[in-house]
């Protein structure tokens, strides 16, 4: 790292102490969160992902407040990654700033795609699901399974580009091995952590692969712990930095 670099970082972290400080609590949050609907998720899909819309509305009609709860904590942990993000680019941007700045863009881009996206087409197949069990003819049922259809289809691409954006993490952490401020062997975990999210994302769109699937079941818990343990890291250097 050269010297500019050197004295750029401390003083950035000076003036951005109290978002850096912040956003490395909510990074550790975050974690914890995306831990949670991990366990969540596979809980829902214990007995297999369905490949229907009558599937979906039959699955989640059984786990309604389950899937409904799922759903939500996703989109809470997408907005906390908003200021995470804003964060780890002024962090990283002394260090390498087309890495920070693509990061920036994709982990953004993740942010608002996955609830606008994803998790809301999720929630309105829970909804499809209240009314799927209220119906009380069979006309009403084909009905809700017609405006389910489109979205249930559709689930496999949307989650794909969801995991896919995974690559915003990956830019920062690559950025994170020429940085001060985190240890190395963090920033190769998270290295490590985000190709898999990048490569497992092609599971959700069909491609057979025992490698590929691995890396789909295991990469969200652990880019969750590469979250908490880089939000460790800035709370640490808060502290570090911080004036007495």
Not at 54 to 59: I, N, R, S
Not at 211 to 216: D, G, K, L, R, S
């Amino acid at each position: 790292m050269n010297k500019s670099v050197e004295t750029s970082t401390p003083l950035i972290a000076q003036r951005w102490n109290g978002l850096l400080r912040n956003s490395g609590i909510l990074a550790i949050i975050m974690g914890i969160i995306w831990v949670a609907v991990n366990f969540m998720g596979m809980t829902l899909y214990r007995s297999g992902l369905p490949t229907t819309a009558t599937g979906f509305l039959q699955l989640f009609s059984q786990h309604q407040a389950l899937a409904a709860t799922t759903w939500c904590l996703w989109i809470m942990a997408d907005i906390i990654l908003v200021p995470i993000t804003i964060a780890l680019y002024i962090v990283l941007k002394p260090v390498s700033k087309n890495l920070a700045l693509g990061g920036a863009i994709f982990t953004l881009a993740f942010a608002v795609y996955d609830p606008l996206v994803s998790e809301l087409q999720s929630l309105r197949l829970v909804g499809y699901s209240q009314a799927y069990v209220a119906a009380t003819t069979e006309s009403a049922k084909a009905s809700i399974i017609a405006n389910a259809t489109p979205i249930a289809n559709a689930l496999p691409l949307m989650t794909f580009i969801s995991f896919f954006l995974t690559i915003g993490p990956l830019l920062f952490a690559i950025a994170m091995i020429k940085s001060s401020q985190f240890r190395k062997g963090i920033a190769i975990f998270g290295v490590v952590t985000c190709v898999m999210g990048v490569i497992g994302a092609f599971n959700t769109i069909g491609v057979s692969s025992m490698i590929v699937a691995y890396f789909f079941i295991v990469c969200v818990p652990a880019v969750a712990l590469w979250f908490i343990l880089v939000g460790a890291q800035m709370v640490r250097h808060h502290r570090e930095t911080a004036p007495i």
